[in-house]
């Protein structure tokens, strides 16, 4: 099926830990993106990547890791894993539609970091 | 990305049209208006955007003042599936990185 899709979708870990968090998309999108989602700060961007090979980091990117090998996936690595990471992490691609850039979210995955 | 302003939260009855208002007062004259929306655990969903006129789809319509100090994303008939937050986001037409989400307004629909 034509998409993005994140896996896993749930994922319960233990403080320092190492988690990686898959991100796959379908369009050869050139640009993706990683955000993370919890109450009372809404999403914020975590890292991005222009293309393979190509990473950059965004709002929030302390303790996480990320890489891009291969145009079509984008993982982000927890290398050891904080309770302040419980979060719901959000991948995305962009595409160019009508005049501007506009992104499609994966379903997310909510990791719990006991 | 700059800010806009929504309001926290709106009702609105099932089958009735909802008109949801963001202020961008400082926008700039590149800015794109985008309007996301997330339905409860989802992600974001893109819903439309535009620049100057307004815009329509098969989701939503967008209407965008003169000035380009504000806008309103119109659902014609909404139903119980609009439950969302919606996310009012002024864009640059370039730029690198991923869009910022503010707080959004959550929709709530009555039957």
């Known amino acids: 099926d034509a998409g993005i899709t994140q896996s896993p979708r749930y994922k319960i870990t233990e403080t320092g830990r190492q988690v990686t968090l898959m991100c796959h998309q379908t369009?050869?999108?050139?640009?993706m993106f990683w955000y993370r989602q919890d109450l009372g700060h809404g999403l914020r961007l975590i890292y991005y990547?222009?293309?393979?090979?190509?990473?950059d980091k965004g709002e929030v990117p302390d303790g996480y890791v990320v890489s891009r090998s291969k145009t079509e996936n984008f993982p982000l690595t927890l290398e050891s894993a904080t309770r302040s990471q419980t979060s719901v992490y959000f991948c995305?691609?962009?595409?160019?539609?009508?005049?501007?850039?506009?992104?499609?979210f994966g379903a997310g995955s909510r990791l719990t970091v006991l | 990305d700059a800010k806009t302003t929504q309001p926290n939260s709106m009702e609105s009855n099932e089958e009735e049209p909802v008109h949801l208002p963001c202020n961008h007062s400082?926008?700039?004259?590149?800015?794109?208006i985008h309007w996301y929306r997330q339905l409860p655990s989802q992600g974001p969903e893109y819903v439309i955007h535009?620049?100057?006129s307004n815009v329509n789809n098969r989701m939503a319509s967008l209407a965008i003042a003169e000035d380009r100090k504000s806008s309103t994303l119109i659902l014609h008939r909404a139903t119980l599936r609009d439950a969302a937050v919606y996310y009012c986001?002024?864009?640059?037409?370039?730029?690198?990185?991923?869009?910022?989400f503010g707080k959004g307004t959550h929709l709530i629909i009555q039957p």
């Open positions: 369009w050869s999108h050139s640009y």
């Open positions: 535009g620049l100057t």
């Open positions: 400082t926008i700039s004259g590149t800015d794109y």
């Open positions: 990547s222009a293309a393979a090979d190509i990473t």
């Open positions: 995305a691609s962009r595409d160019f539609h009508a005049g501007a850039n506009v992104l499609t």
């Open positions: 986001i002024r864009r640059g037409r370039g730029g690198a990185d991923g869009l910022t």
